[in-house]
């Protein structure tokens, strides 16, 4: 969702002189936007259904997925740098995770 809304802000950011209500309802009026907000949707009906399977204990865990998969994205889509630091916390995230799942 936030690399959508990311994207759909980059590409078709409204003009400087809209101010912040412009763009706000340009977001929420924008097929592109909304399409961000629909996937919002969709992800918490996909962890409702996760929950309702699994143990919280191991499905929540994995929603820390989303600080690995994100900068990344962000990256690979939009040039954006990764410090040191977020590396080291990426690396963190990947082996706690990776614990978790070999624990199941």
């Known amino acids: 969702m936030?690399?959508?809304?990311?994207?759909?802000?980059?590409?078709?950011?409204?003009?400087?002189?809209?101010?912040?209500?412009?763009?706000?309802?340009?977001?929420?009026?924008?097929?592109?936007?909304?399409?961000?907000?629909?996937?919002?949707v969709l992800v918490s009906i996909s962890w409702a259904l996760a929950i309702e399977r699994a143990p919280i204990s191991v499905a929540y865990p994995f929603m820390a997925l989303s600080f690995i998969l994100v900068p990344i994205a962000a990256n690979l889509l939009f040039g954006e740098s990764i410090s040191t630091l977020q590396m080291v916390g990426i690396a963190l995230i990947t082996n706690g995770v990776s614990l978790i799942a070999v624990g199941i």
């Open 2 to 40: 936030q690399i959508i809304l990311k994207s759909r802000e980059l590409v078709h950011a409204p003009e400087v002189s809209t101010g912040r209500l412009g763009y706000l309802i340009a977001m929420y009026t924008d097929w592109r936007g909304l399409s961000g907000f629909v996937c919002g």
